[in-house]
């Protein structure tokens, strides 16, 4: 099946941490294609978070990162900061497909 | 410094077409694919397609083959996203990022909203 599949909603008071999952599939992550991660804010264009799994582009904090194993992903944010309240998407390829897939989003509230 | 400044919003009648331009600034255009990205209200990203402005290579979503098409100018570092035969759930933010699937979307442009209604 060709989804990757996120929580709907994550929630953590300032300063914990929180993980985000992306779960796919083996015509995805489990084929062994990468995953990156975006922030996105309101009426603003989505930010590259990570890329290709674990890697942080400059200017991101080391409070974000990545994981990956098997036909899953995950995006841990530690030190939660009321600026992290926002929408985050995993993406990946998918070989059925041919294609890009996004997850469907996860909303992080910071309580 | 790297920008990708889109067109402005637009509004359509169902089964119209629109096109939206991005204007890529700061890197060699040649260098990155750009990719088509929409938002449409209350849902998630939908990748819509990658086009490589060095060679034309192009690959659509499957559910927008024959209604969308993605070409770029070089000579003006522009690239275009055609979507005919609108519907209403094609109103959505549209977005232009570059970069292909292997390494992420590195830089986006602004969004475009397209508007689609009688």
């Known amino acids: 099946q060709s989804v990757l599949t996120q929580p709907p909603s994550v929630s953590g008071a300032p300063g914990q941490r929180v993980t985000i999952s992306c779960t796919g599939s083996?015509?995805?992550?489990?084929?062994?294609?990468?995953v990156h991660w975006y922030q996105h804010l309101p009426g603003t264009a989505p930010k590259l978070l990570i890329y290709?799994?674990?890697n942080r582009p400059s200017g991101v904090p080391d409070r974000f990162s990545g994981s990956k194993s098997g036909t899953s992903a995950s995006l841990a944010i530690t030190g939660l900061q009321a600026e992290d309240e926002a929408d985050y998407y995993c993406?990946?390829?998918?070989?059925?497909?041919?294609?890009?897939?996004f997850g469907g989003g996860t909303k992080l509230t910071v309580l | 410094q790297v920008q990708l400044v889109q067109s402005g919003a637009e509004v359509k009648k169902p089964g119209a077409a629109v096109k939206v331009s991005c204007k890529a600034s700061?890197?060699?255009?040649?260098?990155?694919?750009i990719t088509w990205v929409r938002q449409a209200p209350g849902l998630g990203l939908e990748w819509m397609g990658w086009?490589?402005?060095?060679?034309?290579?192009?690959n659509y979503a499957r559910k927008l083959q024959g209604r969308v098409t993605m070409t770029t100018d070089t000579s003006t570092s522009t690239a275009y996203m055609e979507l005919r035969s609108l519907r209403s759930d094609d109103t959505a933010v549209y977005y232009c990022?570059?970069?292909?699937?292997?390494?992420?979307?590195?830089?986006w442009g602004q969004g475009t909203l397209v508007t689609v209604s009688s």
């Open positions: 700061g890197y060699t255009f040649t260098s990155y694919g």
């Open positions: 990022a570059r970069g292909g699937y292997s390494n992420g979307y590195d830089y």
């Open positions: 993406q990946s390829y998918d070989s059925s497909l041919s294609g890009v897939l």
């Open positions: 086009i490589s402005p060095n060679n034309g290579d192009r």
């Open positions: 290709v799994n674990t």
């Open positions: 083996s015509s995805n992550i489990g084929a062994g294609y990468d």
